[in-house]
């Protein structure tokens, strides 16, 4: 069972938006940043957001992150077909002394 | 562009031991802290530890169902991080990603490496 819960899925339409939620406590989310990671079908994860809402070089601004005491969330616009894949939150845990990981939201585009 | 390769999968017996090794470039590796992150199959993320670069001390940390049984290493002058596997359990099955880490989280990540632990 993971720390951080995630839901197992959402959903959305091409050009809609959508939103990830992801629950923490006080010794992750509540003390530390929030990443937020992409997994196509088949590869390896792809970094999406970091620190809370920052974007590496390369990741579209249809993908932003925020944060809101122990929660976060990761809010994708303008979706397209190829959105779909897994997405996982993550955060350093200062009572595991470890990074968690959510348990990730498979993300379909109907 | 930063490329990590990882190799050294493979099947295993229980109670078994293997090494994985990660080779990287396209970044200064000795100023790196370097990770491993496993995803068994059909499952999520699970982190599995990192190691400090030497500047900041060069130790390594783990997550509590491998502490003890398994071992991160470097070697800066081959770009190299090891994941030195013992005792290994059927729980272990997994594909092993190497990734670099910043401020404690994986950035880049390798294709993965498949460990099989089986009788």
């Known amino acids: 069972q993971s720390v951080l819960t995630q839901p197992p899925s959402a959903s959305g339409t091409p050009g809609q938006g959508v939103t990830i939620s992801c629950s923490g406590s006080s010794s992750n989310i509540g003390s530390d940043y929030v990443y937020w990671y992409r997994q196509l079908p088949g590869t390896a994860p792809k970094l999406l957001i970091y620190?809370?809402?920052e974007r590496p070089s390369g990741v579209p601004d249809r993908f932003s992150g925020s944060k809101s005491g122990t929660s976060a969330s990761l809010a994708i616009s303008g979706l397209r077909s190829e959105d779909e894949a897994d997405y996982y939150c993550?955060?350093?845990?200062?009572?595991?002394?470890?990074?968690?990981f959510g348990g990730g939201t498979k993300l379909a585009v109907l | 562009e930063v490329q990590l390769v990882e190799s050294g999968g493979g099947l295993v017996k229980p109670g078994g031991s293997l090494r994985l090794s990660c080779v990287a470039s396209g970044f200064t590796f000795s100023k790196t802290w370097m990770g491993w992150v496993r995803q068994a199959p059909g499952k999520g993320l699970e982190w599995v530890g990192h190691i400090k670069s030497q500047t900041d001390g060069g130790t390594a940390d783990y997550a509590a169902p491998v502490k003890g049984r398994f071992t991160i290493s470097r070697d800066d002058s081959t770009n190299t991080v090891s994941l030195q596997m013992s005792t290994l359990k059927t729980e272990d099955t997994a594909v092993y990603y190497c990734?670099?880490?910043?401020?404690?989280?994986?950035?880049?990540w390798g294709q993965g490496t498949l460990v099989t632990v089986s009788s």
């Open positions: 993550a955060a350093w845990d200062d009572s595991l002394s470890g990074v968690i």
């Open positions: 620190r809370n809402n």
């Open positions: 990734s670099t880490v910043a401020n404690r989280n994986s950035w880049s």
